[in-house]
């Protein structure tokens, strides 16, 4: 269950990401703020605060900074028909209207406080921003005044009202000895007494004493708690350390969680309750402040479910790379920029825009901007943003490439007034690097853009996130979801075609248009912005943290809200697990493997582990712990006692929050469903659908919050209990099944469980038509559901019929869940995405399910693997099915171990440093005879090597290495000898090897013509056939020309599918995609055409 | 009896790739060149067709302003088959209904030329057009950004010259689709179609008429071999032979024609030739009997020649069935037509048409009218008399597959009448 954590010191790594903090380091007021570190910052710590301060100097400085639209009109003429709408005039002037806006992104900053709002306190202050759109598409800056931040300690037993204030003074003088530097005139602002109760352990008593701490600013508290931690010496009372409760908490969720906000609803500011800003602050069109009681915030359901017009704008840029290199923003300029700006809601964007570096000819329905120099390209790119005004940002990996890129460019070009690209004044984006680390997603380095207001979505972090895909390259991915190959242009021609003329750069900006237009497509079809919002309503966190943050940050926020209501309190209890523990996983009953030819029924329980936690009360606040039972001394009805041997007391004596939390879910998930179904608007319907999936994922991962021990809130007494359960529950359900349905109770069959997984149960009922197991299936899911605790239910759910079992989590299966035709084919765990492998392991895997589940032909299916084997072995596969890609990651020295893809760049280089594969790059390539007892990593080559030299390839390689394994996976259940019947048979003694055309002893050889029948050598120059094979003339010249003719279609077909990639038939297709299915056969095509010819012209005599 | 003769020579060397070297080229160039060609024909045209409209191309396209493109159109097919396909991530468990043509309500017509695309809406009927047409048309871009189509001008046929005065009756049989040795030949009935023209059958009457036959064309297709043996795999030694069957058969059959009047042989589809058009001639070695008579002549597919100064033009067919299945006509003549309007024969090649890569040429346009345009392989006869605007005069031929109908057809020099020779080896009819 834990790894991830070891490696890491404290603070341990939580599932929630690590070190993804918001804000640069702080800066004292007044002074200007230095440029960021490039450096990461030296200690992760995940959810911190930092302090900006509100730097009013370079205030002015700004204001001065020359916008290049005053410089250039025409420039100005053309951004200004993409301004936002303007605002009505009783809203420019005055505050008599109440106005709603949905918000995106809420952070913070350190100002003075609010003279008007807060007449009573002075000195700098917390204020919220809240960065929104309203209904009509203005854009909103809302600045909210007073909300503190505070946390609570447990009160020492014994402490009067003289003591609190004693306490006060004390932890004030603490604060400002180690915050020497800091000028802030007072630390603690109040320490007040509370009741309340810690969500530890079941009490039965209703609350205790606890300290409610105020401080001025945010980063206080984190110091704060530290001192508290390590222990404060008080007269009286000796010295303590204190446990703190919700000291981990980022103010900005914090002040959401109060004042009841969810990530994207709409907020409203009533009529009057709002100061328009005296001092414009911000790019928003509407400027308020306000207090934040006086904020009102709604509910996501009818007119408030609805979406805001966002303004999204998708991007991507194109460096001109030296040959060899990958762009480096210190040497490489930017020579493009495609930016397109889409409505939310709206099938088209409604301004395309390219930017580019030198002149460039029109593009149709694209506004073309030409710059002469770099400078003038990035500022206006910056006036773009800065006119456009995009509520969303995207891109595909932008995060990582397209904005650091821009800005560290800009700094290497000394353009200081470039990045200002967020939505406040006077503040400059900063780039840092940081390590996203969760043990769902993986770790993944990133940089961190700061872009205040405005919320940046990268597609392949999206990407990488919510699909397991083979290849994440925009290519592939927009080939799964949209159906398309793109373009792919290699970055060494990138240079070639901006040192051309205005045509080639013509066609470079086309290409960079659609790589920006992709993006968008992607977010549309996949329904992003619904899904993501509707997860930020559900959870509670800004639709920020999604993207950049794991998931444990979504159950916290879900179990702060809850908490709260109950008058619960959390203690920080984060680096207390050894990230040693473990805990038994999930169950999974033995497989009988086989190919079973009956229908099989699949019983699943419905939300297995959220089910449990609420049937049996699993949570923080009913675990009673050992030495409590006795000492509390509890009936024993009241109370659960887990297979896994913990005690939780019964929903009567107290109700957790956890079910309570996944009651809601489950509950408005059904809902969700249930409007779904009502729902025709497709607005509304992406909205519903959205939701339903967010509250299914988010019930799912409560369980996972209880079992990270590295995590904010760990809870092993729970995660144990809840898989103890349900390995409880599988095997209960096995033991029903079959004792219930047996001849001897009158059923025809004797029930068999072939197979059961964490939440699943196969049964053979023994009947053979689908009806009848359906039948079967719901009696027993109906009859067994009643024996468990509700809400547990189990289901019936489909049918497998048949169904090829291999292992454990290997089967694949045609999936019915009607009696007149199935629905899908199913697989699980057999090798149709793995990414290491081939695409003739895909193809052939695939094609022999079909064959053996859908067409029931197992002599057909071994067939087609002998006919396929057989092709292997004569070199009559297409190459490209033999393409093994790896991505190289670090350079040939930095692998411990030699790795064939490390090997082969190196080799590359020296070949062609201009092409070859960089750090970053995925290598492809295929494994060639090599002399023997060559190491495995010495015969990788470049296909395009391969095909352009004739070298041969090594069937066996794929044969042993690739195939035989996933191939013998499927045929041991269905064939008794399946090894020796598939790989040894007849069809693999004929092999031929194509001669290589350029290396080693072939130099040395003598090339003489051959009959074309027969092979046997010919004397006379100019003959094509041997005197024995005359008469067979006909014939072979058929077999010749039938040859040719294949060719010839292959050659149009595939470099006609190139052409319509492309999008152009008169200018030759420049695309070298490797990612592409046909690039290597349109290769190929291209040289077998030629030899195609000089084969035929033999005949010519 | 004599039989009549008539002057012939071919005008096929245009169809003849011996001396292309492919290097490594792509189909962009064949674009071009059909682009450029026809642009200075159209050019030409716009003046009395629409005068006193600016031409202009993509790029200099300005919205709401009336103007003239000329551009190579595109049509995105959304049926379209793809190579992509056989790689798509789901294999469709069910296998598609195949509709008889790849046309959709939804596909949409592009034009592009050098500096660009744009796409097309107003009076140009997608149906009716297919990528690789060069037209030249009058409208004007849209706020969406479209061009909208008023006027739609193609070339038109091409410019003829004189049809000969022949005062004498002289016939040209064409005949297609042979498949000898596919299940539907029937040896008894192309024997009787080989001693109707070579004078062994009928009556005085029908004997004067066959002496006036001056030449046989076969247009495509005159054997038939089983796909099996020509796959790749390795054919076992009884087998070998069999291939060869067919074209022996076809051979002793031609070599009985051609030792009494001339004989052009045209490679199809089916034939074994190269795949893409311009097919080349049917190798000699092939036909071991027939190649030995001098009026024996394997001519490339498209052909083109002469007699007696009545030109021809013809193909075996693959042309219109492709543009079949890309676009839609009340019949193949149509198709037929469009073509020469077209003044393209093959359209649709390279896009979906295989065709060579050439670099500076594209032989099919049609540079001049032939009074005599036949296609081969079709599903029944056809014909019709062709008036051009320029009193241009073009007999268009639909020859039936022989082995399914038993038809040829036979043209008079004198008139360009057309006939039907129908044979059946059934005696109930």
Known sequence: ?1101 | MERKQADYGTQDERYMIQGERYQGQQYSHIYFTRLHHMRTLLHALVPSRNPNVPVTTVLGLEEGKDCVLVGTLFKHMKLKPSILDEYSKERSVVPLVKPHNFMHPEDNLILEDESGRVALAGAIPPAAYVTGVVVALHGKETSAGNFLVEDVLEAGLPPQTLLPSINEDKYVVFVSGLSVGSSTFNPLQFQLLIDHITGHLGDENEQTVASKIVRVVVAGNSVHIAPRYLNGQTVAAKDQPRIAEPIKELDIMLTQLVASLPVDIMPGCNDPANFSLPQQPLHRCLFSGASTYNTFSSCPNPHEFELDNVKFLGTSGQNIDDLYKYSDAKDRLEFMERTLTWRHLAPTAPNSLGCYPYTDKDPFLVESCPHVYFVGNQDRYESRLLQGSEKQQVRLISIPRFCDTGIAVMLNLRNLECTTLSFSTSFDS
């Open chain 1, 1 to 1101: 269950m834990s790894s991830g954590g070891k490696r890491r010191a404290a603070p341990p790594a939580a599932p929630s990401a690590a070190g993804a903090a918001k804000r640069a380091h702080p800066t004292p007021p007044g002074a200007p703020q230095p440029p960021p570190p490039a450096a990461a910052a030296a200690e992760e710590e995940d959810m911190m605060d930092e302090d900006v301060f509100l730097d009013e100097t370079i205030l002015e400085e700004d204001e001065a900074a020359l916008l290049l639209l005053d410089r250039d009109e025409a420039l100005a003429s053309r951004l200004s028909r993409w301004k936002r709408p303007a605002l009505p005039a009783d809203l420019v002037s005055g505050c008599s209207r109440s106005v709603a806006f949905q918000q995106l992104d809420i952070d913070y900053v350190i100002g003075e406080s609010h003279k008007e709002l807060l007449p009573k306190s002075s000195g700098p202050a917390a204020i919220i921003r809240i960065f929104g759109v309203t209904r009509e598409g203005h854009s909103v800056c809302c600045q909210v005044h007073g909300f503190e931040p505070y946390f609570y300690i447990s009160c020492p037993s014994g402490m009067g009202p003289d003591d609190i204030s004693r306490f006060k003074q004390i932890l004030e003088v603490r604060m400002k000895e180690s915050n020497r530097s800091s000028n802030v005139p007072k630390f603690v602002k109040s320490v007040e007494l509370v009741q309340k109760q810690t969500i530890m352990h079941y009490q039965p008593q209703k609350s205790q004493s606890f300290l409610k701490i105020v401080v001025t600013l945010p980063t206080m508290v984190a110091s704060c708690r530290g001192i508290l931690e390590r222990g404060i010496t008080m007269e009286g009372l000796g010295s303590k350390s204190f446990l703190t409760y919700e000291s981990n908490i980022l103010f900005a969720l914090r002040f959401m969680i109060d004042c009841n906000i969810v990530g994207g609803n709409w907020l409203e500011v009533p009529a009057g309750k709002y100061r328009k800003a005296a001092r414009i602050m911000s790019y928003c069109q509407l400027e308020l402040d306000c207090l934040y009681s006086d904020l009102v915030s709604h509910a996501a359901e009818g007119e408030y479910s609805k979406m805001a017009p966002f303004r999204i704008l998708s991007f991507d840029i194109e460096c001109a790379g030296r040959k060899g290199h990958f762009p480096e923003p210190t040497h490489d300029p930017v020579i493009q920029i495609a930016n397109l700006l889409t409505l939310q809601g709206e099938a088209q964007p409604f301004v395309r825009n390219v930017m580019t570096l030198k002149s460039c000819s029109p593009i149709v329905g694209v506004d073309v901007m030409s710059f002469d120099t770099e400078r003038d390209i990035l500022l206006a790119w910056r006036d773009l943003i800065r006119e456009a005004d995009p509520d969303i940002i995207i891109g595909y990996n932008i995060c990582k490439f397209d904005l650091p890129y821009l800005i560290e460019r800009a700094e290497v070009l000394k353009i200081v007034e470039f990045p200002l690209l967020g939505r406040i004044r006077n503040s400059r984006v900063r780039v840092r690097d940081t390590t996203f680390n969760s043990r769902q997603y993986g770790t993944r380095e990133s940089k961190d853009v700061t872009l205040e207001g405005r919320v940046q979505f990268d597609l392949l972090q999206a990407m990488q996130r919510d699909y397991k895909l083979s290849s994440y390259s925009l290519n592939s991915v927009s080939a799964h979801f949209l159906g398309e190959q793109k373009e792919d242009v290699h970055h060494s021609i990138i240079s070639d075609l901006q040192n051309g003329n205005s045509e080639t750069r013509r066609r470079l900006a086309v290409y960079c248009l659609k790589d920006a237009y992709l993006p968008q497509r992607l977010l549309d079809k996949l329904m992003y912005i619904y899904n993501y919002v509707e997860m930020a309503r559900v959870t509670g966190v800004p639709i920020s943290f999604l993207l950049s943050r794991g998931q444990s940050i979504k159950v916290l926020s879900q179990l702060l809200r809850k908490a709260k209501q109950r008058n619960l309190v959390i203690p920080n209890m984060k680096g207390q697990g050894s990230g040693q523990d473990t805990f038994e996983g999930a169950t999974v009953l033995e497989a009988r493997a086989g190919y079973y030819e009956k229908p099989i029924a699949t019983l699943d329980f419905a939300s297995l582990y959220p089910s449990i936690m609420m049937a049996h009360n699993l949570c923080y606040c009913t675990l009673v712990p050992p030495e409590d039972v006795r000492k509390l001394n509890l009936p024993p009805e009241s109370l659960y006692k887990t297979p896994s041997g913990e005690i939780f007391v019964k929903q009567e004596l107290q109700k957790g929050i956890l079910p309570e939390i996944l009651e809601e879910l489950l509950a408005a998930r059904k809902r969700a469903k249930a409007d779904l179904k009502e729902a025709k608007d497709p607005f509304e319907r992406a909205v519903l659908d959205g939701r339903q999936l967010a509250l299914k994922i988010s019930a799912n991962s409560v369980y996972g919050f209880t079992g990270a021990t590295v995590g904010q809130l760990p809870c092993l007494e729970i995660s144990s209990s809840v898989t103890s359960y349900g390995r409880q529950m599988i095997e209960h359900t096995k033991k029903l099944v079959e004792d219930k349905f047996t001849t001897l109770n009158g059923y025809e069959h004797n029930a068999e469980v072939i197979y059961g997984d964490t939440d699943s149960v196969m049964v053979q009922f023994g009947v053979s038509t689908v009806e009848d197991a359906m039948k079967l299936g719901r009696e027993a899911a109906d009859f067994i559901s009643e024996t468990f605790i509700k809400p547990i239910k189990l289901e019936f759910e489909k049918i497998y019929f048949p169904y090829l079992l291999i292992s454990k989590k290997r089967y694949a299966g045609l999936y019915w869940t009607n009696p007149e035709k199935f629905d899908k084919m199913d697989t699980k765990g057999i090798e149709t995405v793995r990414r290491d492998n081939c695409l003739l392991v895909k193809n052939l895997v695939t094609e022999c399910l079909h064959k053996l589940l859908v067409d029931r032909d197992i002599p057909g299916a071994v067939q087609y693997v002998k006919n396929t084997i057989s092709d292997l072995l004569m070199n009559r596969v297409d190459l490209s099915l033999l393409v093994i890609t790896k991505g190289l990651t670090k350079t040939g020295e930095d692998y411990a171990v030699k790795a064939a893809h490390v090997e082969l760049a190196e080799r590359m280089r020296k070949r062609d440093a201009a092409t070859a594969p960089t750090v970053g790059d995925r290598v492809p390539y295929v494994i060639i005879k090599a002399a023997k007892g060559a190491k495995a990593y010495e015969k990788s080559e470049d296909p395009i090597y391969v095909l352009d030299n004739n070298i041969p390839i090594d069937p066996h390689y794929y044969l042993e290495n690739q195939i035989s394994k996933p191939l013998l996976r499927i045929f041991e259940p269905i064939l008794k000898n399946a090894s020796r019947e598939l790989l040894h048979g007849s069809h693999t003694r004929a092999v031929s090897i194509s001669t290589p055309s350029n290396s080693g002893i072939m130099k040395f050889a003598k090339k003489q013509l051959t009959c074309l029948g027969c092979k046997a050598v010919i004397s006379g120059p100019n003959q094509t056939l041997c005197s024995h094979c005359k008469g067979r003339e006909a014939e072979l010249y058929c077999k010749t020309v039938a040859n040719v003719s294949d060719l010839e279609m292959l050659f149009g077909k595939l470099w006609t599918q190139c052409q319509e990639c492309q999008g152009s038939l008169h200018q030759d297709v420049l695309c070298t995609s490797r990612d592409c299915p046909i690039f290597y056969r349109r290769r190929k095509a291209q040289k077998d055409m030629a030899e195609a010819r000089v084969q035929l012209d033999r005949w010519d005599f």
